[in-house]
C-alpha cells in the first residue's frame, strides 16, 4: 500500500510536469514576424460561395507574395454561433484572425470592442474604392467616421410566392398585395383550397435569430410608419402601436394556421425546410426572404432545384393599410474586415482588396445572389442576367430600410424575437409581449434612451 | 483491511474512503518537505485549470465583460449589478424552478431509483440476464453527450422514433419536443445517467455480505423488510455519494438540453446553464452569464454540504 502511493506520487508529479512544459510550449509558438494571414469566415451546408472564392484566391495571392501563406480557418456554424466564435477568437492575439467575414449589424457594436482595424490609410492608396457605391461605404463607417470594413454585397427582402399554388386558389397573377390585409386574404383563399399547403409563412421566434426580425417582422413594424429606433433623438422606441399591430399580425397568422406550425417554426433549421421542401414541393404559398434565395437554388446551390425560374415570383411586401411609399423591404450584407490584432497589416488589407475585386466581386455577387455593392459589378450584362429575379430585388432598394447601427442593437433584436415567440406559442397576449419588451428594452439601453415617439 | 481493499476495489473507489495507509507518524519538518515537493506541479495545475477559472468568473461576474461592444474592450467594475439584475430577472426564478425539477425528475428519482431497481434486480437474476441488461444500461452512457443528445432528439422529434412507434399502434403521438420539452429532457438524463448510478449500487450491492441477509432471511424477514432493514442501510454511504454525484452532474447538463430543445419553446426548459450560456454567448454578457454561474456554482456546493453531512457519522 504504502510503495503504491508513493508510486502513484511519482507518476502524478512526472505527468504534472510534463503537462506544465507542454503548456509553455504551446505557449511559444507565436512569432510575430512570420508571414502568414488567418482567414476566418463562415461556412455552412447551404453557404460555400465564399470558401469557394478564397480557396481560389489563395494560389493567387501566395504567387503574387512570396513567403505569404495564407492560412483558411471557416467556421461551420450558424450566423449567430458563428459571430460568437468570431469574438472569442478576437480575445487573444494568437487567435484572432488577420482578416474576417462580418455581418454589417455587428460591425459599430465590434468597433467600439477594438476587434477591427481602422482602414482610412489602405482605402486612400486604393484605386477601386471609388468603385463601391455610396451606401456601401458608409456601410463599413464607424461612429468615428473612419471605415472599418468593405461591403461584399447587399441585400433586399421582399415575398417569394409559388405561382402555381397561387394560380390553384384563383388568385390573379401576378400578385401584389396593397395592405397587410392582402397578404391574409390571400392566405385564407389558399387555405381554403388547398388544405395540405402552409399559406403564408413568416418567421418567428428565437430559433431563426436574425431571420426572425430582418425577414419578418421589421417588415412589419416598418411599415406601420412606427419605427425601432428613433435616429434623430438617438433612442429606442417602445410602446408604439406599430409595434403591436405586427405582433397581432403574426399572432393572426399562426393562430388561424396560415403559417407552419409554431413548433416547426422555432427550430432554427426552419429555413432550410422553406428552401429545400416546401417551396420546391409546392407546399408552402408564400414566405418573406432575402434576395440571395436563388442561390439555394441556382446550379451549385444547396437545394438545386431548375423550375424556380418559372414557379416563383417576387412581389413587395405592403404598408401596413397602403401607406407611401407603398412597399417595405430590409437590408444588411455582410463585410470583410482586418483584425485590430494582425501584425500584416497591409498584407491583410491587400488579401481583402483582391477578394472583393472587380472579377471577384461579380463571381460573388451571381453565385451567392448578392445585390452589387461595385458600379463596375452592377453595369456587367452577366450580373444582370444571372437568374431572372435581379431586377426585381435590386428595384427594392428603393423601399429599403436598414437596421439601428448601434451596439446595443444585437440584445435588442433578441428582445424582438422573444417577444414575437411569446405570442405565436400563446404564452403571452400581443399586449403583454410588447409590455415585456418595453422593459426589457429599459432595462437594456437605460430610462433616458427610451421615447415613445 | 488491505486485502478488503484488494478485494473490493468498487467499494473504495464510490464511497470514497481514502487509502488506508500507515496512521498519523511523527516525522521530521525537512523530510515532509522533500514529500511534498514533487506534488507542486500537480498543485500548480490544479490552481490554473481548476481554481483559476472559477476566481475569474466569480471576478467576472462583477464587471460588464462583455464579447462585444465598448466593455469588451474595457470590462468595467459594476459591483453587484449582475446580482441585482438577475435576482429581478423574471426567467430567474423560472429558470431555478425548472433546473430544480430537472434535477429531482431526472437525477434524484429517475437515475437514482432506476439504478438502484435494475441493480437490484440483476443481482438476483442470471448471469446472461444481467450482463444483456447492464450492457444495454450502460450503453446510453458511453456515447459521447452529443450523440446520446442527438439519439434522445431522434427519439422524440415530431417524426421521431417515438412518433413512430406510437403511429404504428394507431396513435398519434404530440410533438414531444414542443409540448413537453421537461418531461422530454428529464426522460433523456434519466436513460443517460442511469447507467452510472447501477453501477455504484452494483458494487455497494457486491459488499453486502450474504450472511447477514441469510441470517435475517432465517429470521423470518421477507424480501421487502430485507431491503429496507438490511441491504439499503449496508449501502446508506454509496447511496450518498452516488446522489451527491449525480446531482452535481445533473445540475450541470447542458448539451442534452441545448440540442434537444435548446431552452425552449419560450423559456419552458432553459434550466441554469442554459440561461447561463444564452446570456454569455448567445447576448454576449460575459459578466450576467458568470454571475448565473457563479450562482449555480453556490448551489452545487450547497447540495455537496448536505450530503457531505450525510456521510459522516459513518466515518467516525
Known amino acids: 500500500m504504502h510503495r503504491n502511493a508513493k508510486l502513484a506520487l511519482s507518476v502524478l508529479a512526472a505527468t504534472s510536469m510534463v503537462a506544465l512544459a507542454g503548456c509553455t510550449a504551446a505557449g511559444g509558438n507565436a512569432d510575430g514576424d512570420s508571414q502568414s494571414l488567418k482567414i476566418v469566415y463562415q461556412k455552412t451546408d447551404s453557404f460555400t460561395a465564399l470558401d469557394e472564392l478564397f480557396t481560389k484566391i489563395k494560389p493567387e495571392f501566395e504567387a503574387a507574395n512570396p513567403g505569404v501563406t495564407v492560412e483558411l480557418e471557416p467556421i461551420q456554424a450558424n450566423d449567430d454561433d458563428y459571430s460568437t466564435k468570431l469574438a472569442l477568437s478576437q480575445k487573444s492575439t494568437e487567435t484572432a484572425p488577420d482578416v474576417f467575414y462580418e455581418d454589417t449589424f455587428r460591425l459599430r457594436s465590434d468597433i467600439d470592442a477594438g476587434y477591427l482595424l481602422n482602414i482610412d490609410d489602405q482605402l486612400a492608396d486604393w484605386d477601386e474604392w471609388a468603385q463601391f457605391n455610396e451606401g456601401a461605404k458608409a456601410a463599413g463607417m464607424g461612429d468615428d467616421g473612419s471605415v472599418y470594413a468593405v461591403p461584399l454585397g447587399t441585400d433586399t427582402r421582399g415575398i417569394w410566392y409559388s405561382k402555381p399554388v397561387f394560380a390553384a386558389a384563383g388568385i390573379e397573377l401576378p400578385w401584389q398585395p396593397e395592405t397587410w390585409d392582402d397578404i391574409l386574404t390571400a392566405a385564407r383563399a389558399i387555405q381554403e383550397t388547398q388544405p395540405d399547403v402552409v399559406p403564408f409563412n413568416m418567421y418567428a421566434g428565437k430559433g431563426t435569430g436574425e431571420g426572425t426580425v430582418m425577414q419578418s417582422f421589421y417588415e412589419l413594424l416598418y411599415g406601420t410608419g412606427d419605427t425601432l429606433y428613433n435616429e434623430d433623438d438617438q433612442k429606442w422606441v417602445v410602446e408604439s402601436q406599430g409595434f403591436k399591430d405586427s405582433l397581432e399580425f403574426l399572432e393572426t397568422l399562426y393562430a388561424e394556421k396560415l403559417a407552419l406550425d409554431p413548433s416547426e417554426a422555432l427550430d432554427p433549421n426552419v429555413w432550410k425546410k422553406v428552401f429545400g421542401e416546401l417551396f420546391p414541393q409546392g407546399k408552402l404559398g408564400g414566405t418573406v426572404e432575402g434576395s440571395y434565395t436563388p442561390s439555394f437554388w441556382q446550379t451549385g446551390g444547396s437545394y438545386e432545384w431548375p423550375a424556380y425560374t418559372e414557379d416563383m415570383a417576387v412581389a413587395t411586401f405592403p404598408t401596413q393599410n397602403g401607406e407611401e411609399p407603398g412597399g417595405v423591404s430590409m437590408s444588411g450584407g455582410w463585410t470583410l474586415a482586418v483584425g485590430a490584432k494582425t501584425a500584416n497589416a497591409d498584407l491583410a488589407f491587400d488579401f481583402l482588396a483582391l477578394a472583393v475585386s472587380q472579377e471577384n466581386a461579380l463571381w460573388y455577387a451571381i453565385n451567392n445572389s448578392q445585390i452589387a455593392v461595385r458600379t463596375d459589378v452592377a453595369s456587367e450584362p452577366t450580373y444582370l442576367a444571372a437568374n431572372p429575379f435581379v431586377a426585381d430585388v435590386t428595384e427594392l432598394v428603393d423601399v429599403t430600410h436598414y437596421r439601428p447601427a448601434t451596439s446595443d442593437y444585437s440584445k435588442i433584436s433578441a428582445e424582438v424575437q422573444a417577444a414575437t415567440e411569446a405570442v405565436i406559442t400563446g404564452q403571452m397576449s400581443v399586449d403583454e409581449a410588447a409590455a415585456a419588451y418595453d422593459t426589457a428594452v429599459e432595462g437594456i439601453v437605460g430610462a433616458d434612451k427610451v421615447t415613445t415617439k | ?316
Open chain 2, 1 to 316: 483491511m488491505t486485502a478488503n481493499t484488494v478485494s473490493r476495489p468498487p467499494r473504495e473507489t464510490v464511497t470514497g474512503s481514502g487509502p488506508s495507509g500507515s496512521g498519523p507518524r511523527r516525522r521530521p519538518r525537512g523530510r515532509t518537505l522533500t514529500r511534498v515537493l514533487p506534488l507542486a506541479p500537480a498543485v500548480v495545475l490544479l490552481a490554473i485549470f481548476l481554481i483559476g477559472p472559477v476566481i475569474w468568473s466569480f471576478y467576472g461576474s462583477f464587471t460588464d465583460a462583455a464579447l462585444t461592444g465598448s466593455s469588451a474592450q474595457d470590462p468595467q467594475w459594476v459591483g453587484l449589478d449582475n446580482y441585482l439584475t438577475l435576482f429581478t430577472d423574471p426567467v430567474f426564478p423560472l429558470s431555478l424552478w425548472l433546473t430544480f425539477v430537472f434535477v429531482v425528475a431526472s437525477a434524484i428519482v429517475g437515475q437514482n431509483f432506476l439504478g438502484l431497481g435494475i441493480a437490484l434486480l440483476t443481482n438476483r437474476a442470471s448471469k446472461v440476464v444481467s450482463a444483456v441488461v447492464g450492457t444495454a444500461v450502460v450503453a446510453a452512457w458511453v456515447l459521447p453527450e452529443i450523440v446520446a443528445a442527438f439519439v434522445a432528439y431522434a427519439y422524440f422529434s415530431e417524426d421521431g422514433t417515438l412518433n413512430q412507434v406510437l403511429a404504428a399502434a394507431g396513435m398519434t403521438g404530440p410533438n414531444w419536443l414542443y409540448s413537453f420539452p421537461m418531461l422530454s429532457i428529464i426522460l433523456a438524463n434519466a436513460w443517460r445517467g442511469t447507467a452510472f448510478s447501477m453501477m455504484v449500487y452494483r458494487a455497494a450491492l457486491n459488499d453486502v455480505p450474504v450472511e447477514v441477509t441469510e441470517a435475517a432471511m432465517i429470521d423470518g424477514a421477507d424480501g421487502i423488510k430485507r431491503l429496507t432493514w438490511i441491504t439499503i442501510p449496508m449501502i446508506k454511504n454509496s447511496i450518498a455519494t452516488n446522489l451527491m454525484l449525480i446531482t452535481l452532474q445533473t445540475l450541470s447538463v447542458f448539451t442534452l438540453i441545448w440540442v434537444m430543445t435548446a431552452g425552449g419553446p419560450g423559456n419552458e426548459s432553459t434550466t441554469l446553464p442554459i440561461m447561463a450560456f444564452q446570456e454569455a454567448f448567445k447576448f454576449g454578457d460575459i459578466g450576467y452569464g458568470t454571475a448565473i454561474a457563479t450562482v449555480m456554482l453556490l448551489i452545487g456546493a450547497a447540495f455537496s454540504l448536505v450530503y457531505i453531512r450525510a456521510l459522516r457519522p459513518e466515518k467516525v
